[in-house]
């Protein structure tokens, strides 16, 4: 019987399901006094794609940003991350959830070194901390009414303790170092992933700045993130480093994270994205595909400023 249904069932194909939602903005305002910022925003980051956000100087790119990683609140709307609300959370939470971020203007640790700083990064990450080593010693310290069968001040007691305590110290303490060393270990090899472990040991602020642009997006990637918004990470970067950023870029996607990533260089723009949202103004004034949307009526008017036929 089994065998006659597995003969007759239609052979379909299997279809490729649309990719799921990663991050939905969602009608987003955000006033600053007077200024309308960002206008009842509305798109989605689907997981796995390199999303573009562009638009003129002003647009409200950068401020999405703040508003998707918590730093602003919007005045009305929602963002919500794999269908939770980010909105209201904090920053190091929203971190939390997998979503990380670069700056447009670099903000490194500049006397620590590119290691550290990445190492900054693995450390929401950590199961074990200083304090939680430190506090683990405390908190194995055997309080006399847990022996009942010994008096506090017989040598047993002082043995047991003496044994708890050197225990504590020696498995608390060596996980916290063996995390430290999964740390730098980790942080090293992102170093390499961006093309910067030869500078592993130099300080932040002495390296050159295509390696700090670099060192920010190890950083970023250091938390483990889903989504990693770059925001103008191309900027100042001469040719030869744009072309590097672009494959840096892909790389990342092919690791299985998604990319949301502010550009004014259009050519990189283009070459890079899978989609595109521009923003004018606040408000969202077209999405597609790199080719739909640069032919755009709408966007060549915003960029070139001038009027669109039969733009509102
Ligand atoms: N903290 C703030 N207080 C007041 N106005 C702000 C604040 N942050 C941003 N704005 C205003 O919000 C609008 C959008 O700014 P935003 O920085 O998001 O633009 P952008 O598209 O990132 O521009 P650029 O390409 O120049 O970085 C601008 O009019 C800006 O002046």
Redesign the pocket.
């Known amino acids: 019987m089994s065998d006659q249904k597995t003969t007759t069932t239609p052979k379909i194909p299997a279809q490729p399901g649309p990719k799921p939602v990663l991050l939905e903005v969602d009608e987003v305002t ?1 006033r ?2 007077g ?1 309308v ?2 206008d009842k925003i509305n798109f989605k980051i689907y997981e796995g794609e390199i999303l573009g956000l562009i ?12 508003v998707m990683t918590g730093v ?1 609140r919007p005045t009305s709307g929602a963002v919500r991350f794999r269908g939770e609300k980010v909105t209201g959370r904090k920053p190091h939470q929203i971190s939390r959830m997998g979503i990380s971020r670069t700056f ?1 203007n670099i903000r490194l640790f500049p006397e620590m070194t590119a290691l550290e700083n990445v190492m900054v990064g693995t450390d929401s990450r950590h199961k074990t901390s200083v304090p939680g080593a430190l506090f683990r010693l405390y908190r194995v310290k055997p309080k006399p009414e847990e022996l009942p069968q010994v008096t506090a001040t017989s040598g047993i007691v002082r043995t047991w303790q003496e044994i708890r305590r050197t225990c504590a110290k020696m498995f608390g303490l060596s996980r916290h170092i063996l995390e430290e060393r999964a740390a730098e270990a980790k942080s090293l090899e992102l170093l390499r992933f961006v093309g910067i472990a030869d500078r592993a040991n130099d300080e932040a602020r002495n390296l050159p700045y295509g390696y700090q642009r670099r060192l920010e997006i190890a950083r970023a990637l250091a938390t483990e993130p889903k989504l990693i918004c770059l ?2 990470p191309a900027a100042g970067f001469n040719p030869a480093e744009k072309e590097e950023l672009l494959s840096l870029i892909r790389r990342i996607r092919d690791m299985g994270l998604t990319v949301l990533l ?1 550009e ?1 260089d259009m050519r990189l723009v283009m070459g890079v994205t899978d989609r595109i949202v521009v ?1 004018e ?2 408000r969202k004034i077209a999405e597609g595909a790199p080719a739909e949307v640069s032919r755009d009526p709408r966007v060549i008017a915003a960029y070139l400023g001038e009027p669109a036929d039969g733009a509102a």
């Open positions: 955000l600053f006094g200024v910022a960002l638009g003129p100087n002003g647009a409200g790119k950068t401020t999405s940003f703040n602003y447009q925001d103008e502010i004014h923003l103004f606040g």
